[in-house]
């Protein structure tokens, strides 16, 4: 009887296996864009001459910065509502069984209800309408992870630790941060694309600017070329945030927390 091992693949390897899946899309898109005609679907080259020309005019980093603006706004809102909620759930039964009835709706209605409510409360042109929708769409996710994190902490390692007379301070950063650490970075990592994706979505639905607003312009003047330029910064935005940003903070996290 003989054993086969398997050997991961080296970072070098997954980096050459993920150009080669992108060079294999270009090409693709390429010979599809060759059969459709351009309304259907731009080429890249096309593409690429309307995300030139939205760099040239200025509103490419003008909607993009106005847009991440509003993302990180209302995602660091409900990430630190739920935070508090969390600790505030965890402070009696009652405020538990109180509070998690009432996230639970607010995570049950589809975010285009929301969205509706948004836009009458606060109007078409305000920016305000689409930090409210990131804001409600992640918190039920930055609630339940620092709820994991809080449940998951030692309730006699705290008593010890407040018997030998150690500080809030120590308390706070030797026992609760490496307990809350792991899960908010996992909140951060999910609820960040939730929070992108909102963005996009309430500025297509309900504003006068950023980058949802434009994608839904170019869509009404039928201006394909456009939407695929955005939806190619969309892409990029994410991918820069996963792997210059979100990785980087849970491999630190994992550090605290070991």
């Known amino acids: 009887m003989t054993t086969s091992t398997f ?3 080296s970072k070098l390897q997954q980096r050459l296996a993920g ?13 599809a864009s060759r059969r459709l005609h351009p309304l259907i679907l731009p080429s890249p080259k096309e593409t690429w001459r309307a995300l030139e020309g939205l760099w040239r005019d200025g509103s490419l980093t003008a909607n993009l910065a106005l847009t991440l603006g509003r993302t990180v706004g209302g995602f660091g809102l409900a990430l630190l509502a739920g935070c508090a909620l969390a600790a505030l759930s965890q402070s009696t039964s009652l405020v538990q069984a109180l509070l998690r009835p009432l996230v639970a709706v607010v995570q049950i209605i589809p ?8 836009v009458i409360w606060f109007g078409i042109a305000s920016g305000r309408a689409a930090a409210f929708l990131i804001f409600i769409v992640t918190l039920p996710l930055t609630f339940a992870q620092s709820t994991a994190g809080l449940e998951g902490i030692d309730v006699k390692l705290v008593e010890m630790a407040r018997v030998y007379r150690c500080s809030p301070g120590r308390i706070l950063t030797h026992i609760y941060l490496p307990a809350l650490l792991p899960q908010l970075a996992a909140a951060v990592g999910v609820g960040f694309s939730f929070a992108w994706k909102a963005a996009v979505f309430a500025e297509f639905m309900g504003s006068n600017s950023g980058v949802g607003f434009l994608l839904s312009t170019a869509n009404s003047n039928l201006e394909t070329d456009k939407v695929f330029a955005w939806v190619l910064v969309l892409i990029a935005v994410m991918l820069a945030c996963e792997y210059g940003l979100l990785q980087p903070l849970r491999r630190r996290a994992a550090r605290w927390s070991g």
Do not use: F, I, R
């Open 111 to 118: 975010p285009v209800v929301w969205m509706v409510l948004a």
């Open 19 to 31: 150009a080669l899946g992108l060079a294999l899309l270009l090409v693709l898109w390429e010979l």
């Open 7 to 9: 050997n991961p693949p």
